[in-house]
Structures are given as structure tokens and as C-alpha cells.
């Protein structure tokens, strides 16, 4: 018998295999439980071929395998139970490994295995972890479905996934905080954009995860967990809808609804590669959804195609939101000028080939984006300070700091903020004088996972002066996936004028035909 | 490029595949989509080394592989849009297949081909399906918890599968029906036994999957999918509260609860190598929670282990439940032969090692069990018969079946069968006079899922004489995994006297630390 880390010998069937070979396995197995990178990247074979997998995300060659790794933010902790070896000539061999959980769940591990002369590498693996009954840092709740739906209608064959912001009868509002969750009262109203898409047929599949209190744009989650980034495994989300559009990435819903307030819609779809609308501020009922910044929350929700937000559209804008107007587009070369070089190039190509014009960004702009942060912040505080005073530990680090720093803000400093954000409300209504502003969705591609403080701190800022624009001005904005820079899927976003949302959804589907096509 | 069965040509990764390699792998998945069992079979290298897994199952064998693939209900629906390929010298290969479903919900195939006189063969396969949200044949509702404990008490580090026939406040109750759950309103209160639960520190991991109206024992339902049985992945897992069985038998919760009329929780737990106890009737309330036949259903809940069983005993059973008993144990030849030789065999031998003297089976016991069926077939209707009038396509062939039976009996027939019934209650406690019966829970093993209408009829049958013997007499019974027959599980059934559940539970254990020490 070789060595092994566990008490209890595992099972050893097929081939017998040379004990160098099951010595190397159970290195391995032990480097993955003690999440030791460099002994990982050690076990795996140099080379571009190199793969490995789990069904989510397949990645290839060496070095993409260890940035993957590196990024991983959960550390497996199941035993091997059995060994199957298959052996390929003298120098290769298949390990097939049964792990399972501390509860019993079972997985399973398989490795092609090469000898080389510094001793036995894997060249591939395909892991299945130990399956959870559901993927909680996406859903608070999934059902089979949670709320059918009435069969009919132009959603029937639609399913949602519900930011935890939306009342849902008979279910508690959890906004991404378990203890919220855990002390409300099942709501006895499903709010009536909820209501809206149920009676035109959709099902809901489950109530989806939120950065808390949806104070975030990371889609970042401490005590449910991050939501993998399907088109960017390596990446953050995206928030604060981030359960919403990565429930709708991974395929298990075809709506992802969910709220923006500084950008909370546009930023994961940008991230994963949807499409995503925030609607005119106003436009669409916010009762029933839980509050963050009233001044500026708006509904919205991201798909995978457009031609299924504009169906959502179809049924949730009336008739105040079909305004039509002017097809001219403009670009604002100091807000591109925010993104980074490759992505504002990106956005320059576009706008060039829709024969946009440009603007220049009004001197006040930054004034404008300090007063939008204080009145959210002041906001945010108004909403939720009581309940976040009594609770002094329910949120993770980053929220908290954020409302700390909102608590500081005093009712004159408010006003003065408010009144701020009125005129450039205005201002910027008459600068865009009708067209379609064309602008990056975020300033920088997805952030990593495991980028320092200081890089998140700093791609959150500028991506934030690029969506509050949208926010300041109240207008309907659509995040396009039409660019991609370095293989990883960036937004093109229009802004479009109060309550045009169904004109603007059809002014992106057109130039989203004309860029692609 | 090769032939290949989708529209869209896959992108081709790693080394340069032989051209006969890719159609090999192509005809096997061509085969797969198609559920083509023979094709499937022919592309598996033979012997006894081949190899088939995907975390949940893993099968050794081709003997096995194939009664695994023709027992499968689940036919994938995905396509393959990359593969990856690794030579391994002339006649090895290893293949990686993406795989996507229509959603845009990935999957991931691992296969090691060999080449032989034959041609291409997978000596080993590893599959990751498209991850579904959520396994819709084990729970209607699921949550990150579904409902949370309060975090004290005895059961604080436990989870809950609460079988969804039981009141929880703001859920629905669904009965394994998917129009009543549709057409339900959210219950205002929690079912008591639920509530106790919760107030010992229990959390819900979510509402799980049952036969229709509870009115079967094999754990199959058409409109939900049948759970998998993971201790016998080819056979029936067992009902009607399956899918708390198998969410406990796959590590998803700690607590099954369902009910038990005529073998609900003892058929389950045995068929998944699990702990599981009906207790006396009237013990426990059944309040909250939807009836079958009140005469007979019982409260119960299966474990993964007896200390887990004996823990919510000691929560949900008072003072009422705690009356002691003699010691001695009996067996009735009349119902050990019921069941299979080996299983028999299996009970004979653990009762002579536990001292158990041999009862006579009375003459009056198929009379006993007809009437016990006739009464529970009448309850049945009384308490779902309006429903399923009005509900005529609700129901699967089979529960619609038995409900057609059941409508038939008038109440002068479910009288008399009523009078026998009491009867037979009288006689069955005086005939155990004290003594904890022996019996194997099942007549048979796990009927296999694609056995003939006629096998599972012949099973089913037999099964029910077993377990309708504590229905019939009101008695509580624990089925305990200590008897194993052809590597399946199995379980012998200790049958006690009326309320002395905490007692049958501790003489359960005992008898398990004897007959495996």
C-alpha cells in the first residue's frame, strides 16, 4: 500500500500501478486540499496542451491552468474513497479517483498521468466536485420551478431568476444578507413587475443572489459566496445583479431581472457577456422591490439575446416608454478617455462605424459624479442605517465600510449633493439633445479575482464614472456584448432619452447587426 | 474537418487525431443523443477494467456499463462544441469534449479511446452533464437554507428534507403534483413536527420530491423524474418519500422527513442503505401536513446513521413515546418467507444471532391485508378524490390507476374492511405480546428501474404484506441497513410496541452493534 493522507486506505482496482505514479497522485491530492499553488502547478505537465476541467470551465495549457488555480477562492475538502488505474504503455496511465464529502456526497477526479524524466506529471484533468443541492452563491432559493407560470402568454416558455430585492409572495426578501433573510416575514405581494412577467407566462426559477443590500458592483458575496463569471472564470461577476446575470450566463434562466442604481445591471452583463437594460428612471413600479437609492433605482434585467430583452421590454414598458427619437449617435471622448486604451479603441471602432459624433465631457462632470455618490450613499443610509445599526455584524467588510461612510453624511450635505445632481440631470438631458450616447459599460475588463485592493478599488471607481452618467440623468441605458478585448467580453453601451426604452433596445439590436454583420 | 452529427463544426484543440479516432467518437455520440444502448455498448472496450463514471455513479465493467446505460431515463440533449485530443502513442488517445445544452449550459466528456483489432474504444469515461439549477427529482424547493435554524440546540448542525406533503409557512405544499402546487395558496403556518424541528436549531434545506399524493412505494414520479437511488444506481430508490431519502443518501441534508402509511419511510430508507423510522401512530401530529389515509399515516424520517435517528427522536418524541418493552425478539416464518431466499436467509440468520423465538404467521393475515388496503384506498379517495376529479391529466398512469381503484369502494365495503382492520390490530399486538419483531423491510431488493410492469407489480405486492403489518397493528418500526444481498442494500425492519419509539430506536442500535461488531 502507498502512502496516502487519509486515514482509511481507499479502494485500488484496474491495473496496478507503479507506486512513483501513486506517490505522485497522492502528492497532488494532498496539494489540492492544502491549496498549494506552486505544488499544483508542479503536478501538471508544462506545455500548452496541458487541460484541465470540471464541466463549467475548461481551461488549456500551463500557465492559463495556474492563473485559474491561483483565482480559485474555494478549497475542496473530500477524501479519495477509490482508486481506478488504467496504465498506457509504460508511460502514461488514467487515474480515476472517486472522492467524497464530510456528508457522504460523492465526486470524481480523472487524470492522464505522463512520466517524463523529472518524474510523473498530469497532462489532463476533469474533475467533478461533490455536487451541492444548489449553487448558493447564485440562488438563495430555486424551484421546480418556485412560481410556475400561467403556460401562456408572449413569456411562456421564459424563466426568471429574481434579484432578492423583489417580493415574491409567501417568500422573504433576503437582499443577499442571510440574517435579513433569516428575521422577515414572508411577503403577502409579489411586486408588480414580477407580477407583470408571470402573467405573460414566465416561470420563476429562483430568487438570485445580490451583492449585499445591493450596495456593490462586484457581484461579490462573502457569506453566500462569489457567482462564477461563465464567459470569464477567472474574473469578478459583476454586481450588484450578479446571481441574476450569472443564473442566466449558466443557462438556467432565460431573464435575469434585477435593479440598477449606479449600474448594477450594466456592469454584469458587461462582465458576462449579456445583454442589459436599465430603464428610464420612473418608467417601471419599484414597489415591492427592496430600496437602495430611490433617486436613482431602476428596474432592469439582462438576457443572452437581444431579441429577449426586447420581448421583456414588450410586456413591462407601456406606452410611456415607446417615445421615439433621434437615430443619431454621439460619443463623449472624455468618458471613453476613462476607459482603458484597449477597450476605448474598441468603442472608438464602433462608434466610428455608426457615424457617431462627439461631445465634449462639461467641466462639471466630476462635481456631478461626487454629489450622484452622496445622495446614493445618503440614501442607502436612510434605507438601511436602523436595520444596519442593530445588526453591527451581518455584512461582509466592504458593505460595511460603504454604509459606514454613508452614515457620515449629513441632511445639508445631502441637499446641497441633491440639488447638484437636478442641474446636471438637466445639463446632460440637453447635451445629448436627443441621440444615442455610445460609451464603454466599464471602464476595464472584468477585475480578477485575486487583484489587490487597491486595482479593485480603482477599476470601481472609474467604471463608476462611466454608468453614473445614465443614473445622474435618469435615462434608459442598453449594455451590448459587441466587444471583446484579450478573449474576455466587454459592453458597448447606449444611453438613449427618457422613457425611449423600446426605441433604444431597437437602435442597439440594429447596431449590433451593423457591427456584426 | 471529420463527419460530425451537429451543423456546426466543433473547434479541435491538441494533437492531430487520427480521422478514424473522430469518426469513432462521433458515432458514439451519435449514439448517446440517439439512447442507441447496443452502439453505446459497441464503442466500450470489453473486460472487466472498462470504466464509466460522472461523480454521482461510477460503474466498473462492461457487463455493468450496459444494464447502467439501458436502466438510464435521461437521454442528454447537449452538443459537442469543442473537443480536445491527447495521443497517446499510436494507439491511445484521450478525448475531452466540451459539451453545450440549448441554454448555453456547458458540460464536459473525458474519454481514454484504445485501439484494437476492432477499431476505437472507450476504455474509460468520465461525463459532467450540464448542470440543471437545481435536481428536480429530488426537491420542488430548494434554498441556501430554504428556511434557517436558530442556530442553538441539539440539532443546530443539522439540515432538513422536509418531504413536500408538510406545511412550512410562505411555501406551498406540492404532493409530487405539479398543477396542485401550481394552483396552491402559501400556508400561513408551520407544521408542528416541522416547527419542533426548527426550534431545536434544524435548518430546511428545501421541500423534497415524493410520489404522487404520497400513494406509492417505488419513489417514481412521471412529472418530476424518479431520484436516483445512489446506493443502487439501476434500481428503484424507493417512495413515496423519496426524495427526502435521497437527498439524505446524497449528502444534501442530515433529516429526511416524510410519512409512512403503508411503508413510505421504511421502503426508502432500505432500498438506500438508510436509518429510517415510522413511529407509533398518533404519536407525533399530523397537523399541517396533507393526509393519505388518516387511519395509517405516521410520521418518520430516515438518517444517514442511527445516532442521527435516535437525535430527532429525542426531539419529536414526549414522554408518550418513551414507554420501555421486554427485550426479547420474535420472528413469523409466514412473513420471512414472504421475501426473497437470499433476503430470507439474510433475516433468519441476524434473528438466530439476536435470539429471536419464531412466530406463526395467523390464518387470517391476507384477510387483514386486503382489508388494510381496501381502507387505506377509501381514505385516499376521501381526502384527494374531489381534487383529481376536477384535475382529470394531474396524475401519472399509476397513481391515476390506483386513485381510479380506490374510487370504487363504496362505504359499506370500507366499513366492514374498517371492523377487520381493528381486529387485526388487536391480534397482531397481543400475538407480539411485548417482543420487538424481526422482519425484512422488502420483500425483494430495489426492483430495477426498467424491470416489467408485471416485476414491479410481483415486488410491490409482496413488499406491502411486509410493511402493512406495523400499519395495520399502529406500531412503530425502524428499518436499519444492516443486511446487504448481492452488494445491494437492504434492511431489517424491527417492529416494537405502541409508543415505545425512543426504546425500539435504542434496541435498533443495539442489535447493529451486535450483528456488525
Redesign the interface.
Known amino acids: 500500500m502507498q502512502t496516502h493522507p487519509h486515514g482509511q486506505a481507499p479502494q485500488l ?3 496496478l500501478a507503479p507506486s512513483a505514479l501513486l506517490d505522485a497522485f497522492w502528492d497532488y491530492d494532498r496539494a489540492l486540499l492544502a491549496n498549494d499553488v506552486a505544488a499544483l502547478d508542479e503536478s501538471f505537465l508544462p506545455g500548452e ?1 496541458t ?1 484541465r ?4 470551465t ?1 481551461v ?1 495549457g500551463h500557465t492559463a491552468i495556474s492563473d485559474f488555480r491561483a483565482s480559485r477562492t474555494l478549497v475542496p475538502t473530500r477524501r479519495v474513497c ?1 482508486v ?1 488505474v ?1 496504465l ?2 509504460d508511460h ?1 496511465a ?1 487515474l ?1 479517483a ?1 472522492v467524497v ?1 464530510a ?6 477526479q ?1 487524470q ?1 498521468w505522463r512520466r517524463i524524466e523529472q518524474g510523473w506529471k498530469v ?2 484533468a ?1 474533475v ?9 452563491s ?7 420551478p ?1 412560481v ?1 407560470g400561467t403556460g401562456s402568454g408572449v413569456l411562456a416558455a421564459d424563466t426568471i431568476a429574481v434579484k432578492d430585492l423583489f417580493a415574491v ?4 426578501i433576503g437582499a443577499g444578507v ?1 440574517q435579513f ?2 428575521e422577515a416575514t ?1 411577503e403577502t405581494t409579489t411586486a408588480p413587475v414580477v407580477a407583470a412577467l408571470l402573467a405573460a407566462g414566465a416561470s420563476i ?2 430568487l438570485a443572489q445580490t451583492d449585499q443590500f445591493a450596495y456593490g458592483i462586484a457581484g461579490t458575496n462573502p457569506l ?1 459566496g462569489t457567482p462564477l463569471n ?1 464567459a470569464a472564470p477567472t474574473r469578478i461577476p459583476g454586481g450588484s445583479s450578479s446571481g441574476s446575470a450569472s ?1 442566466v ?6 431573464i435575469g431581472l434585477g435593479t440598477d442604481t449606479a449600474g448594477s445591471i450594466r456592469i454584469p452583463a458587461a462582465s458576462q457577456g449579456l445583454w442589459g437594460i436599465r430603464t428610464s428612471h420612473g418608467l417601471l413600479p419599484v414597489e415591492g422591490v427592496l430600496a437602495l437609492a430611490p433617486s436613482f433605482d431602476a428596474v432592469g434585467w439582462v438576457t ?1 439575446d437581444a431579441e429577449t430583452l426586447a420581448r421583456v421590454a414588450g410586456v413591462l414598458v407601456g406606452e410611456t416608454g415607446t417615445a421615439t427619437a433621434d437615430d443619431g449617435f454621439v460619443t463623449i471622448a472624455g468618458l471613453t478617455g476613462l476607459a482603458s486604451a484597449a477597450l476605448g479603441a474598441a468603442v472608438e471602432s464602433a462608434a466610428a462605424r455608426l457615424g457617431a459624433a462627439s461631445l465634449t465631457l462639461p467641466a462639471e462632470f466630476e462635481e456631478w459624479f461626487t454629489a450622484f455618490r452622496t445622495v446614493q450613499a445618503f440614501e442607502a443610509w436612510q434605507c438601511h442605517g436602523n436595520w444596519i445599526t442593530g445588526h453591527p455584524n451581518a455584512l461582509g467588510a466592504d458593505v460595511a465600510g460603504r454604509f459606514r461612510d454613508a452614515s457620515a453624511i449629513t441632511g445639508p450635505e445631502a441637499r446641497a449633493a441633491r440639488a447638484v445632481v437636478d442641474s446636471a440631470r438637466r445639463s446632460i438631458r440637453e447635451l445629448l439633445a436627443g441621440r444615442t450616447l455610445l460609451l464603454p459599460t466599464m471602464a476595464t475588463l472584468p477585475t480578477p479575482l485575486r487583484a489587490t485592493a487597491g486595482t479593485i478599488a480603482a477599476d470601481r471607481a472609474s467604471t463608476l464614472r462611466l454608468t453614473s452618467l445614465a443614473s445622474i440623468a435618469g435615462l434608459p441605458a442598453v449594455s451590448a456584448p459587441l466587444l471583446a478585448v484579450d478573449g474576455l467580453p466587454a459592453g458597448l453601451c447606449f444611453v438613449g432619452q427618457d422613457r425611449t426604452d423600446l426605441h433604444l433596445i431597437a437602435t442597439a439590436r440594429r447596431s449590433a447587426e451593423q457591427l456584426t454583420g
Open positions: 482496482t484496474g491495473d496542451h487541460v476541467g470540471d464541466g463549467t475548461l488549456l477509490s481506478h488504467q498506457v504503455g502514461s488514467l480515476i472517486e464529502s456528508t457522504g456526497t460523492t465526486g470524481m480523472t492522464l497532462s489532463a476533469h467533478t466536485a461533490p455536487a451541492a443541492a444548489l449553487d448558493r447564485v440562488w438563495r432559493v430555486v424551484g421546480a418556485l410556475p409572495a409567501g417568500q422573504v442571510p433573510a433569516a414572508p426559477t429562483g453566500y461563465p443564473a450566463a449558466r443557462g438556467w434562466s432565460s443572452r
